[in-house]
């Protein structure tokens, strides 16, 4: 558990100047697209991953994970993890945009937090089917992949409305915060964590048994 | 003398080349010396050593026990030189290595600074402009500074200078003084092991042709110069390599003993050196096929 936090610093490290790039990305999109903020928290997170995973298959990088100390399920437990620390920076920046917006009265509007926790609840689910296809696919496939995900973000905000039309209860929830039911969110959340843990299990078996 | 790497009937195959039935065994306290041509296998059985390469059938044992990925303390005691750069190419010399030294409990700040110096790594010099041989040394600086019992360095000698390349090689010496440290070697430049080897591995064509003390090559081989008037079809039958020129021939034999018997009078019998056997070997296996 403790290699997966150095795991994790290690990636953050790799990224760090990646991450100053979010400044601009937070200033140029919530200068020209602020009314829908809150999908602004999907892409930085998505690609903090998908960043580090390239990094990792781009120059034998992988070679040197496995000569670390460190069990292969621990290499791939990292990366799952390292998903928290992701949403938790995007959260944070469209948070952080949301108030200097409110501050210099760009918005009069509530934070609309509902929303965003369900856009950054995307991104595990995501990553849940990016992982299993990036260590299936390696080096070879892994510009392939990042294509098909970027779009993937692209289609966010139609998904989230496509999503909102086919459940009432869930736009309920995100306008008004009531639920009628809990036995739909319940079941939400479920499946959820299994499609996660089935992400998870698959990259594992796919990477422990791989010539690196 | 206990071995600190074993292989135990090792088979991997990869389309047309394969690793057939490989069984061996690395002695602690000693230098091995992992020899043999391009795509002889060598690099294979050691990313397979680490971990890295899956053997199809066999075991690998390290330190005596199984190489399971669940041991990281098996790999602590490994330190591990690529002929290519593993390393994050993007980062400084001092942020890679904030990157790897919490990985070790046994790491030394005070080696790696030791060996930074006396290696002239540039601290904030990105690794991708690291030369080959610069990129080789931050290797060897962070193998030496956990505390490595076994170092694992595959072809670690290509793209250095002469110097450095000496500087090396006494450096390995002095690290072996330690008897609880072993390294495996490999290369397929022989005049290197030729000073520092105590043991021989040769592999060719994904088999393994010796296994010895390098001691041992001289009283087992001999090489044979001589007129083409010695060679018939019973006398080319005990060479395991022959090279013919309009003058005469050389010729590696692997029976000193019957080789002096036939040869001492007519002929010229040298002790070959470890590229004369290598060499000879291969050539003589190329034959055959």
Same mark, same amino acid.
């Given at each position: ?70 069990? &292969? ?28 917006? !409110?501050?210099?009265? &760009? ?50 905000? #139609? ?54 | ?47 397979? @050593? ?21 041991? *990281?303390?098996?790999?602590?005691? @490994? ?30 700040? $005070? ?7 006396? !290696? ?28 490595? $019992? ?15 390349? &000496? ?17 495996? !070697? ?13 043991? @021989? ?32 079809? $019973?006398?080319? &039958? ?18 000193? #003993? ?8 007519? #002929?010229?019998?040298?002790? *070959? ?17």
């Amino acid at each position: 558990m403790y290699n997966s936090f150095h795991l994790i610093r290690k990636d953050l490290i790799i990224v760090q100047k990646f991450i100053l790039l979010l400044i601009p990305y937070y200033m140029v999109m919530g200068f020209t697209n602020f009314d829908n903020y809150t999908v602004f928290a999907l892409l930085p997170a998505m690609l903090l991953l998908i960043n580090t995973c390239t990094m990792d298959v781009q120059q034998n990088n992988q070679k040197f994970l496995v000569s670390l100390p460190v069990p &292969r399920q621990q290499i791939v437990l990292a990366k799952y993890l390292a998903m928290l620390p992701y949403s938790v920076l995007s959260f944070a920046c469209t948070v952080l945009l949301y108030f200097i917006a !409110f501050s210099v009265g &760009r918005t009069t509007e509530p934070l609309a937090w509902r929303e965003l926790l369900l856009c950054i609840a995307g991104f595990p689910l995501l990553a849940s089917f990016y992982l299993p296809l990036h260590y299936w696919l390696g080096r070879k496939g892994t510009q392939v992949v990042n294509m098909v995900f970027i779009m993937l973000i692209m289609l966010n905000f #139609a998904a989230i409305k496509q999503l909102m039309e086919w459940f009432p209860g869930l736009a309920e929830w995100v306008s008004s915060g009531k639920a009628d039911s809990l036995l739909l969110p319940v079941i939400a959340v479920l499946g959820y964590v299994l499609i996660l843990f089935c992400s998870y299990l698959i990259s594992l078996r796919v990477f422990t048994a791989k010539d690196i | 003398m206990s071995d600190c790497i074993r292989l135990e009937h090792v088979h991997k195959s990869y389309g047309t080349f394969a690793l057939q039935d490989i069984s061996l065994g690395i002695k602690e306290g000693y230098i091995t010396g992992l020899i043999g041509p391009n795509g002889a296998g060598k690099t294979t059985l050691i990313q397979m @050593i680490m971990g890295m390469v899956r053997p199809d059938r066999g075991d690998v044992q390290l330190f005596g026990g199984q190489n399971k990925e669940q041991v *990281p303390a098996v790999k602590e005691r @490994i330190g591990y030189v690529s002929d290519e750069n593993i390393y994050y190419e993007q980062l400084t010399v001092k942020q890679m290595k904030k990157v790897i030294a919490p990985f070790y409990s046994r790491w030394n700040e $005070d080696t790696y600074v030791k060996y930074q110096e006396l !290696f002239r790594l540039s601290p904030g010099k990105k690794i991708r402009d690291l030369s080959k041989g610069m990129k080789i040394k931050f290797s060897l600086a962070i193998a030496l500074s956990h505390s490595a $019992d076994l170092l694992i360095m595959d072809e670690p000698t290509s793209g250095l200078d002469p110097v450095f390349r &000496r500087e090396l090689l006494d450096l390995l010496t002095e690290h072996i003084q330690d008897e609880k440290k072993s390294i495996l !070697f490999s290369t397929h430049n022989t005049t290197d092991l030729d000073r520092i080897a105590d043991y @021989i591995v040769f592999v060719n064509d994904g088999r393994i042709v010796f296994d010895e003390m390098k001691e041992a090559l001289a009283e087992k081989y001999l090489l044979v110069k001589g007129g083409k008037e010695l060679l018939d079809r $019973d006398t080319r &039958r005990l060479f395991l390599g022959i090279r013919e020129s309009a003058h005469g021939f050389e010729g590696l034999m692997g029976n000193r #003993a019957e080789g002096e018997r036939y040869f001492k009078d007519t #002929a010229i019998c040298e002790t *070959p050196t470890l590229e004369e056997i290598m060499y000879f070997s291969v050539k003589g296996s190329e034959l055959r096929v």
